[in-house]
């Protein structure tokens, strides 16, 4: 297969069913060359969203020997169509969305929603994972770390229906209580924000060495900017070591997810493959290795590189991981990832206001290594410690990579801390961008 410089992609790594955390929908700036545009021709009319659905999957999706036959036309709705094609006992992410919601979400960042990520403790309490500045959780101050103790006056553990409290257009009071223990309230509406990718950038001085330390939250077009700002500031604090956070990160755009490869991996990926996308039988003339033919100047050169993962990180994070296995000696600290090797393309119908995105293709890395779909295992187990903001050093799992840059005795055993759990996610785009 052909090594092929990025350029004009048309291929995403989308989330799925991935607890991807509790955001929802992430996305990227996606240009439109890289949405494949429903084909208009006179001889094949679509007659509806449901038949061109099932004629996509009839022809690009990966499992293509498991689509069933079955008329289209028996189903009620897109979605419930969509999951009578999905091969179930593997694919948790292909999904279908609003086109105009979907573009909204890649090219811009932009999503609806009070911007924040949540999950329950061990004795049931609403903590914040994170929160996206512009949005009214980040406008109002609110901070990983934070304990949401009532909706509306009620008690968080008394409320019938938690999820439900955030499903409302009306103003909703809430009352938290802070990283030092100070009680806060506030009252918002939920509202269409622009996402910040970057959630936190930071330069940890440690006994041996300038540790950098990005916390990366999903793929979308406007994360390029902000990664180069990122980057930028780590070459010129001329870090030593560096830390990617890729905690939440459900996936996104593969032109970013290339671009970040391209940062991390420095000059020991120069003219090397990256990654191959396999396709069904049907295409396999597009079958393609990507390799990183042009240096940035912004790329770190190390020897070794850190991660930390949850199973919240999918799909396009997976893929900037498994690509540095052939060229560095990668550590990962947290959870083992979600486990998605394999993409999306997305096809665009604005007659029917559609963007489907079943699963079209496998990625392997430089080795042919990338079937990992029970997750990409860690080095260090940790639990994501959500009592601590971003860039503490106390916080668990960057405590743990700070150790062992150290070298502190680190012992590679499960964590006997029990680890908070997400709020569920609709399948789509609202697990790209973890938040409510």
């Known amino acids: 297969m052909k ?9 995403l790594f989308l989330l799925g069913v991935l607890f991807f955390g509790i955001s929802c929908s992430k996305d990227e700036v996606i240009p ?8 208009k021709e006179e001889e094949e009319v679509v007659e509806n969203s449901l038949t061109y659905i099932y004629d996509v999957f009839n022809d690009h999706y990966f499992w293509l020997d498991e689509v069933p036959e079955l008329d289209p036309n028996t189903y009620s709705s897109n979605e419930e169509l ?7 006992e593997v694919d948790r992410w292909s999904f279908v969305a609003d086109l105009d919601a979907y573009l909204a979400l890649y090219e811009e960042a932009e999503t609806k929603g009070y911007g924040v990520g949540m999950a329950l403790d061990a004795d049931n309490k609403l903590m914040v994972r994170f929160t996206y500045k512009n949005s009214p959780m980040g406008l109002a101050g609110v901070d990983r770390g934070w304990e949401i103790h009532k909706i509306n006056d009620a008690t968080v553990t008394a409320l019938p229906d938690i999820l439900g409290a955030f499903d409302t257009d009306s103003p909703v009071k809430f009352t938290f209580v802070d990283l030092i223990g100070d009680t806060v309230s506030s009252t918002m509406t939920r509202t269409d924000y622009n996402m910040n990718t970057v959630l936190h950038t930071s330069v940890i001085e440690t006994e041996s060495a300038k540790v950098g330390y990005l916390v990366f939250e ?29 905690r939440y990160n459900g996936g996104g755009s593969f032109q970013i997810a290339y671009q970040l490869a391209t940062l991390v991996g420095g000059n020991d990926i120069l003219n090397e493959p ?8 049907n295409h396999t003339d597009e079958n393609v290795t990507y390799g ?16 930390i993962t949850t199973e919240s990180s999918a799909s396009a994070s997976e893929f900037v991981i498994n690509s540095m296995f052939p060229y560095k000696e990668v550590v990962l600290v947290g959870e083992k990832t979600h486990g998605k090797p394999v993409g999306m393309q997305v096809f665009a119908s604005e007659d029917y206001n559609l963007a489907l ?14 079937h990992f779909f029970n997750g990409i295992p860690v080095d260090y187990p940790e639990v994501d410690d959500i009592y601590h903001a971003w860039g503490d050093p106390q916080e668990a799992c960057l405590r743990k990579a700070l150790d062992i840059i150290d070298g502190n005795d680190v012992v590679a055993m499960k964590s006997v801390r029990l680890k908070p759990q997400g709020l569920p996610l609709k399948r789509g785009l609202q697990e790209i961008t973890g938040a409510y």
């Open 218 to 246: 999903s793929f979308l077009d406007p994360s390029e900017a902000e990664l180069i700002e990122a980057f930028t500031y780590f070459k010129e604090q001329n870090i030593d070591e560096l830390i990617v956070d890729l």
């Open 3 to 11: 090594i092929n410089k990025i350029e004009k992609l048309i291929r």
């Open 82 to 88: 969509l999951d009578a094609l999905r091969y179930d």
């Open 357 to 370: 995105a079943p699963v079209t293709f496998q990625i392997v890395n430089a080795y042919g290594n990338g």
């Open 32 to 39: 439109e060359d890289e949405i494949i545009e429903e084909e």
């Open 274 to 281: 990256l990654a191959s996308f396999i396709y069904n039988q």
């Open 292 to 307: 990183v033919m042009e240096a940035d100047a912004r790329s770190v050169n190390l020897d070794r590189l850190f991660f």
